[in-house]
Nanobody
């Protein structure tokens, strides 16, 4: 069982930066491929970014590459999402997810999910 607890959401203005964190249960984090997904009000959940268990490979939603960066710190069992130049349409609930199989943008392949912090970007 992998437990995921996110933090770092909040209200920011368009153009600001924000960092989300996702802390996982220690033993499971080391071997898990991780990702961030988001769901805006009235919309379906969509893929944001993913990273392999060893941090060697990252994958991003096309429209977000260059502004968002996914990273992991194995010593802290923590996954991060660094978001820069946030547009107002980035408003959503952001959830981290874990899977033993690296299938970056396929939500159905992720077995464990966090509750997700709300990120609200005001224009």
């Amino acid at each position: 069982q992998v437990q995921l607890v996110e933090s770092g959401g909040g209200l920011v203005q368009a153009g600001d930066s924000l960092r989300l964190s996702c802390t996982a249960s220690p033993g499971a984090f080391r071997n898990s491929n991780m990702a961030w997904f988001r769901q805006a009000p009235g919309k379906e959940r969509e893929f944001v970014a993913a990273i392999t268990w060893n941090g060697a490979i990252t994958h991003y939603r096309d429209s977000l590459e260059g502004r968002f960066r996914i990273a992991r710190d194995s010593a802290k069992n923590t996954l991060y999402l660094h978001m820069h130049s946030l547009p107002s349409d980035a408003t959503a609930v952001y959830s981290c997810a874990a899977t033993p199989f690296f299938s970056p943008d396929s939500a159905s392949r992720y077995r464990y999910w966090g509750q997700g912090p709300q990120v609200t970007v005001s224009s």
